[in-house]
Nanobody
Framework: VQLQASGGGLVQAGGSLRLSCTVS????????IGWFRQAPGKDREAVSS????????YYTDAVKGRFSISSADAGHTAYLQMNDLKPEDTGIYYC??????????????????WGRGTLVTVSS
């Protein structure tokens, strides 16, 4: 399984970006895709996830109402729409996936496969 995140960039506070994640090699119909971010000097943290079995989504409190996760192509593509961006949203954003899962998962340790990140920089 391979993942590739894209769509990062430099944006002013209040702006928007849409991150994309291309996933290849998934065979199961039951999967979860998550977005994580890591700011300089900080641990990687969960931002959002979506689970195919139930359609449930998860958002960390800091992004609720501003970010939206979606998926397409039976889990081979995932998006993270980020609106009203804030300087504290700055970091490297990673997408990750896990197969054969039917309950929502939200932690770094829950996910099996990771892609390289894409840098998001929000200026004040």
């Amino acid at each position: 399984v391979q993942l590739q995140a894209s769509g990062g960039g430099l944006v002013q506070a209040g702006g928007s970006l849409r991150l994309s994640c291309t996933v290849s090699g998934i065979e199961s119909s039951f999967w979860s895709i998550g977005w994580f971010r890591q700011a300089p000097g900080k641990d990687r943290e969960a931002v959002s996830s979506i689970t195919s079995a139930t359609g449930q989504t998860y958002y960390t409190d800091a992004v609720k109402g501003r970010f939206s996760i979606s998926s397409a192509d039976a889990g081979h593509t995932a998006y993270l729409q980020m609106n009203d961006l804030k300087p504290e949203d700055t970091g490297i954003y990673y997408c990750a996936t896990r197969e054969i899962v039917i309950v929502p998962i939200t932690t770094v340790d829950d996910f099996q496969y990771w892609g390289r990140g894409t840098l998001v920089t929000v200026s004040s």
